[in-house]
Structures are given as C-alpha cells and as structure tokens.
C-alpha cells in the first residue's frame, strides 16, 4: 500500500524499482550512512548494475510501476493525458530496448535513471507527456560512446 501511494505522489524512487518484481521474494535496500547537519543519517544507496543485472531486472518491474501508473492517471478522467502517456510508456520500453541492444547495459541503465528522475519531477506538476521522447541530453551524457560489445 505505501509503495502504490509513493508511486501515485511520485516519490518513489526509481532504483527501488526490484521491489515491484513479483520474481523476487525479499530484498533489502542497501544502505550508507551520511552527516547531514552534524547528524549521522541512514539513506538508501543508489541503484547499481548488481541491482540490474540484466534487462529482464528492469523491464518487468518498470512494466509494473507504468501499468499502476497508467491506473492512476485513466482513472483521473484526462483521457488525453492518459492515452499520452499510455502511449510514451510504450515508446520509452521500446526507446529502452534499442538502447540495450546497442549501448553497454550499465550505460543503458545509468540513462534510465537519470530520465526517470527527470520525469518524476514533470509527473509531480501533472506533464506525462514527456516519456516517450528521448532526452538527447541524457543520450549524449550516458550512452554515445558506450557502445555494446559483441
């Protein structure tokens, strides 16, 4: 129940996607420990290619968070916002695969979660529409010189 909600306010953070993986029995979030104003506090790690270690590790559980998103804005009654984004999403897993099947999967990853942090905080102002484009910034950043080996 918290993870719908942190999913519908888009506070859930994309590198806890393996929790939406119904594969996976238990895991636990690694953590580190930080000063943050003279204080020691626990955060979460980022996501990392261990987390991710192939693309079934991301697919499946990114099908899950859109499909509960796409719950959540059809039931909104903007149908043109939800048949927007349900047609990004597509174009993203789509956009996604290409870019696994030509780019090193850490680089396809580190790009994942960079757009998907970019559109976390478009969803929290209500624009879905972006999911289906790719960011060439983040492309350039992350992918062009990463090519997959054969």
């Not at 261990?50 to 909104?76: E, H, N, R």
């Not at 990853?109 to 970019?118: G, Q």
Request: with cysteine; aromatic share 14%.
């Amino acid at each position: 129940e918290a993870v719908l909600l942190a999913i519908g306010r888009h506070t859930f953070r994309p590198g806890l996607l393996f929790k939406l993986d119904t594969r996976i029995r238990e895991k636990s979030v690694a953590t580190t420990l930080d000063f943050e104003n003279g204080t020691l506090v626990q955060r979460n790690k980022d996501p990392s290619p261990k987390d991710y270690s192939s693309w079934a590790s991301l697919f499946y559980p990114l099908l899950c968070y859109f499909s509960i998103l796409q719950m959540q804005v059809l039931s909104a009654g903007n149908s043109f916002a939800g048949k927007q984004f349900v047609f990004g999403c597509n174009e993203y897993l789509q956009s996604l695969y290409t870019m696994y099947l030509e780019y090193e999967w850490t680089a396809v990853l580190n790009y994942h979660f960079a757009v998907h942090a970019r559109r976390l905080t478009e969803m929290t102002h209500g624009d879905y529409s972006q999911w289906g484009e790719i960011d060439g910034t983040l492309r350039n950043c992350y992918l062009i010189g990463h090519p997959r080996t054969r």
